[in-house]
């Protein structure tokens, strides 16, 4: 069969160049924004008395049989024909003859490309704004759960900076701190979508079409509330698709430092969670691993989405206006950082929910610990100390205890108050860690009348937001 453009053509193009151009291996997925952007451009055009009403009516008939096909699994898809656009053209002449010819009046594939994609990334926008929420909520859960009640205790465990034990904190703030980022991440997304929600349909090749078109008919027909002002801008702009990718950077940045710690906290060494069996699989030599394999590939799994966003900002990178072959290019990264970022928070979302996690080994860390170090300062701050002064006293204190093998807890007053006569009876109470938790009563701190403060705001948050 001959190709779509191929009346200046003399020859057959090789095999090679058919394969090295083609994109429908992965444009395919774009066959239902395409029939919906082809229909949409029909109808106008009948309205525009561009086509005869009847036209339009055979044209859509025809999409619908195709759509039939595809869905069903019938449809010839033809590598020559490259993409997908041209398969559903090529098909829909077949079907209803040469009037399905009269489809690409005043469209190019340049605008038509535009608005698949436009119309594709926003409804996955909506998609992936729907997972963010749903391990949104998993998280919220999890630290209600922890918070304790009247008859649990809630969750304490170290707090790190560097990697190093700093100051008991609550799971619950810890899991929370998760929460808000991920509640920035769809804030991102929907900001995204805003700029994704623009029809470039109409802007024909590059410059516009001669026929009367009615851009603002396709665009409300296909649910877009603004269309491009510039039809140059709109068949080169792939603005939106760096702004998804970034935003999906980002998504993958949390997943992956949550991923990140619960490798860690699996590990012989902390003992503080285990994942579930379904989460993780074994060594093919060595009987004794469970290994977190999938919070594993969330991590790794990031860089491909970097990766995407890389590629893509350097796909654009000085290529002169309007329409090049290297904007085809934008699909398979864009694709993949579809599938990747929903993928990847599936499987957070599932594996968070299923977790265990070791209440008592955590708690014995922030107990056998120098965690309360800062504590004792305050303890002394509080009596009127200068603050350095106490970080003094309580540095030496802590070199002591580090000499004899014990904590601060273990010593007896009299030898605490060696290091200062501030020191009284009611230290002990005062670097407890359930106390040192609950002193930390500032705006977003981890005293647990701020994390329910964070969890009410969130479970409103949470109550309010829109169906994505
Ligand atoms: N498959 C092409 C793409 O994904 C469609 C647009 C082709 N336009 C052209 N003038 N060759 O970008």
């Given at each position: 069969?001959?190709?779509?453009?191929?009346?200046?053509?003399?020859?057959?193009?090789?095999?090679?160049?058919?394969?090295?151009?083609?994109?429908?291996?992965?444009?395919?997925?774009?066959?239902?924004?395409?029939?919906?952007?082809?229909?949409?451009?029909?109808?106008?055009?009948?309205?525009?008395?561009?086509?005869?009403?009847?036209?339009?009516?055979?044209?859509?008939?025809?999409?619908?049989?195709?759509?039939?096909?595809?869905?069903?699994?019938?449809?010839?898809?033809?590598?020559?024909?490259?993409?997908?656009?041209?398969?559903?053209?090529?098909?829909?002449?077949?079907?209803?003859?040469?009037?399905?010819?009269?489809?690409?009046?005043?469209?190019?594939?340049?605008?038509?490309?535009?608005?698949?994609?436009?119309?594709?990334?926003?409804?996955?926008?909506?998609?992936?704004?729907?997972?963010?929420?749903?391990?949104?909520?998993?998280?919220?859960?999890?630290?209600?759960?922890?918070?304790?009640?009247?008859?649990?205790?809630?969750?304490?465990?170290?707090?790190?900076?560097?990697?190093?034990?700093?100051?008991?904190?609550?799971?619950?703030?810890?899991?929370?701190?998760?929460?808000?980022?991920?509640?920035?991440?769809?804030?991102?997304?929907?900001?995204?979508?805003?700029?994704?929600?623009?029809?470039?349909?109409?802007?024909?090749?590059?410059?516009?079409?001669?026929?009367?078109?009615?851009?603002?008919?396709?665009?409300?027909?296909?649910?877009?509330?603004?269309?491009?002002?510039?039809?140059?801008?709109?068949?080169?702009?792939?603005?939106?698709?760096?702004?998804?990718?970034?935003?999906?950077?980002?998504?993958?940045?949390?997943?992956?430092?949550?991923?990140?710690?619960?490798?860690?906290?699996?590990?012989?060494?902390?003992?503080?969670?285990?994942?579930?069996?379904?989460?993780?699989?074994?060594?093919?030599?060595?009987?004794?691993?469970?290994?977190?394999?999938?919070?594993?590939?969330?991590?790794?799994?990031?860089?491909?989405?970097?990766?995407?966003?890389?590629?893509?900002?350097?796909?654009?990178?000085?290529?002169?206006?309007?329409?090049?072959?290297?904007?085809?290019?934008?699909?398979?990264?864009?694709?993949?950082?579809?599938?990747?970022?929903?993928?990847?928070?599936?499987?957070?979302?599932?594996?968070?929910?299923?977790?265990?996690?070791?209440?008592?080994?955590?708690?014995?860390?922030?107990?056998?610990?120098?965690?309360?170090?800062?504590?004792l300062?305050?303890?002394l701050?509080?009596?009127?100390?200068?603050?350095?002064?106490?970080?003094?006293v309580v540095?030496r204190a802590?070199?002591a205890?580090?000499?004899?093998?014990?904590?601060?807890?273990?010593l007896?007053?009299?030898e605490l108050r060696a290091f200062s006569a501030?020191i009284?009876?009611?230290?002990?109470?005062?670097?407890?860690?359930?106390?040192?938790?609950?002193?930390?009563?500032?705006?977003?701190?981890?005293?647990?009348?701020?994390?329910?403060?964070?969890?009410?705001?969130?479970?409103?948050?949470?109550?309010?937001?829109?169906?994505?």
């Open positions: 069969m001959t190709k779509a453009w191929g009346g200046r053509f003399s020859e057959r193009g090789g095999q090679e160049a058919v394969n090295f151009t083609a994109s429908l291996p992965f444009d395919r997925r774009l066959y239902v924004e395409d029939l919906e952007g082809s229909v949409a451009h029909a109808r106008m055009l009948a309205k525009q008395g561009i086509i005869e009403a009847a036209e339009a009516e055979a044209i859509a008939a025809g999409l619908k049989l195709i759509k039939d096909e595809i869905d069903g699994g019938r449809f010839p898809f033809r590598l020559e024909h490259e993409d997908i656009h041209l398969n559903i053209e090529r098909r829909l002449i077949e079907l209803i003859g040469p009037v399905g010819g009269k489809l690409h009046t005043a469209r190019s594939r340049n605008d038509q490309v535009a608005v698949d994609m436009h119309l594709y990334l926003k409804r996955q926008i909506g998609e992936v704004i729907s997972l963010v929420r749903g391990l949104q909520r998993v998280v919220l859960r999890r630290a209600e759960e922890h918070l304790g009640d009247g008859g649990s205790p809630a969750t304490l465990m170290p707090g790190y900076t560097h990697l190093q034990r700093a100051q008991p904190i609550l799971f619950s703030q810890h899991l929370m701190a998760y929460f808000f980022m991920l509640q920035r991440d769809c804030g991102r997304l929907k900001d995204c979508r805003r700029r994704t929600d623009v029809s470039p349909l109409g802007a024909g090749a590059l410059a516009g079409t001669t026929f009367p078109i009615d851009r603002q008919a396709t665009a409300q027909a296909l649910g877009f509330p603004a269309v491009y002002e510039n039809s140059l801008d709109a068949v080169s702009d792939r603005d939106y698709l760096v702004e998804f990718l970034a935003a999906a950077s980002l998504v993958m940045v949390h997943l992956s430092r949550l991923a990140e710690e619960l490798v860690l906290w699996s590990t012989a060494e902390f003992g503080f969670v285990e994942v579930d069996d379904a989460y993780a699989t074994g060594s093919s030599i060595m009987p004794q691993k469970k290994n977190p394999d999938v919070a594993e590939l969330v991590r790794g799994k990031a860089g491909r989405v970097y990766g995407s966003l890389m590629g893509l900002l350097t796909v654009l990178k000085g290529l002169p206006l309007a329409y090049h072959s290297d904007l085809q290019e934008d699909k398979e990264r864009t694709f993949d950082a579809i599938d990747t970022v929903k993928a990847s928070l599936r499987a957070t979302a599932g594996m968070l929910e299923s977790l265990r996690v070791d209440r008592d080994r955590m708690s014995r860390a922030v107990r056998q610990d120098f965690s309360n170090a800062t504590d300062a305050d303890y701050a509080k009596k009127g100390l200068p603050f350095r002064e106490a970080h003094e540095g802590v070199a205890c580090l000499a004899r093998g014990c904590y601060l807890v273990d007896r007053l009299d501030l009284e009876g009611d230290v002990y109470e005062a670097i407890s860690p359930e106390q040192c938790v609950a002193a930390r009563s500032s705006r977003g701190g981890t005293a647990p009348e701020q994390v329910r403060l964070q969890i009410s705001l969130a479970q409103a948050i949470m109550e309010s937001a829109q169906a994505p």
